[in-house]
């Protein structure tokens, strides 16, 4: 069983940044992959970002490709999403979540565990 905790959400201006986190329960987080998905007002989920457990690969949505690093460290536990140039198209709740065996990485009903989300706001 893994617990999810994201943090780091907020209100920030267009071409800002802001790095969330997602602190993980549990001795194994390193056993698990992890992504990051978001879901705007009236839209569905999307996904945004895929860490293997080791951090050794990465993979990411072509349209967030350059803005957003997905990164971790397993000797905290945690996750994180870096956002630069953000802009208020991005303007979401983001989720993590992670899961022992993801395929494909997009899909977002091959993960097992979910945080309850962190508000993102871009203003213009």
């Known amino acids: 069983q893994v617990q999810l905790v994201e943090s780091g959400g907020g209100l920030v201006q267009a071409g800002g940044s802001l790095r969330l986190s997602c602190a993980a329960s549990?001795?194994?987080?390193?056993?698990?992959?992890m992504g990051w998905f978001r879901q705007a007002p009236g839209k569905d989920r999307e996904f945004v970002a895929f860490?293997?457990?080791?951090?050794?690969?990465?993979y990411y949505a072509d349209s967030l490709k350059g803005r957003f690093t997905i990164s971790r460290d397993n000797a905290k536990n945690t996750g994180y999403l870096q956002m630069n140039s953000l802009n208020p198209e991005d303007t979401a709740v983001y989720y993590c979540?992670?899961?022992?065996?993801?395929?494909?990485?997009?899909?977002?009903?091959?993960?097992?565990?979910w945080g309850q989300g962190t508000q993102v706001t871009v203003s213009s």
């Open positions: 979540a992670a899961g022992s065996r993801i395929a494909p990485p997009a899909v977002a009903s091959t993960y097992n565990y």
């Open positions: 549990g001795r194994t987080f390193s056993s698990y992959a």
């Open positions: 860490i293997t457990g080791s951090g050794s690969s990465t």
